[in-house]
């Protein structure tokens, strides 16, 4: 599974869209890129995913660029509660152990 | 649904002793697993099934067993616990492969 690329932290104003960028350049042509999040103390909740095209669905927006090496997860309007911990994770689907490879992840705080 | 449920929260254990952290899913998914996190790092592997009476080992599997009788259950065992086994463990399950992870809220484990 491709290895990401996420920087350590980022801040947001509440009410503002976030935006965290992640950067998978040896993602291959199978691979999806998920998008989990870890709120403080509880289990990672899935967010969104992709392969090729932009998805969006009730949680955030998945923008991902032409040759897939890179991608944006947008929180269109941040609230508190929005405040935790964001992995990007490139999966192949039927992996082994459907097994999710966490890095550091982002994390994001957002701030009134 | 009450998704995936673990038990229990929390547990402190002597060097030496086992016990079994329990893991439930009521939403008939196929594949399980058992992740450990340890603090400030991303989520490890430990064991995994893809249905009722197979398993497979994940990335670190030792001082660890697994077994999946019933399609709801997968208890992980730790058969004599070491403090390096001082960890925060989620189960998570999915509908096949490819799908989304749904994760438990975690056992906080201290071992002393």
């Known amino acids: 599974d491709a290895k990401t690329t996420q920087p350590t932290s980022m801040d947001c104003a509440e009410g503002r869209a976030a935006n965290l960028p992640c950067n998978h350049s040896t993602i291959s042509g199978n691979e999806y890129v998920y998008w989990y999040r870890q709120i403080h103390s509880q289990g990672p909740q899935y967010i969104i995913h992709g392969l090729k095209n932009n998805e969006t669905n009730e949680m955030a927006s998945l923008i991902i660029t032409e040759d897939r090496k890179s991608s944006t997860l947008i929180l269109p309007h941040a609230t508190l509660r929005d405040t935790a911990v964001y992995y990007c994770?490139?999966?192949?689907?039927?992996?082994?152990?459907?097994?999710?490879?966490f890095g550091g992840g982002t994390r994001l705080m957002v701030k009134p | 649904n009450a998704g995936v449920t673990q038990t229990p929260k929390f547990q402190v254990l002597k060097t030496g002793q086992s016990m079994t952290l329990q893991c439930a899913q009521d939403?008939?998914?196929?594949?399980m697993s058992w992740y450990r996190q340890d603090p400030g790092m991303g989520l490890r592997l430990i064991h995994y099934s893809v249905g009722a009476g197979i398993t497979d080992q994940g990335e670190v599997p030792n001082g660890y067993n697994v077994s999946r009788s019933t399609t709801e259950d997968f208890p992980l065992r730790l058969l004599s616990a070491a403090p390096s086994q001082t960890s925060v463990y989620f189960c998570a399950s999915s509908l096949w492969g490819g799908e989304t992870q749904y994760f438990g809220p975690g056992t906080r484990l201290l071992v002393l």
């Open positions: 939403m008939n998914h196929e594949y």
């Open positions: 994770i490139g999966k192949a689907a039927n992996n082994a152990g459907n097994m999710l490879t």
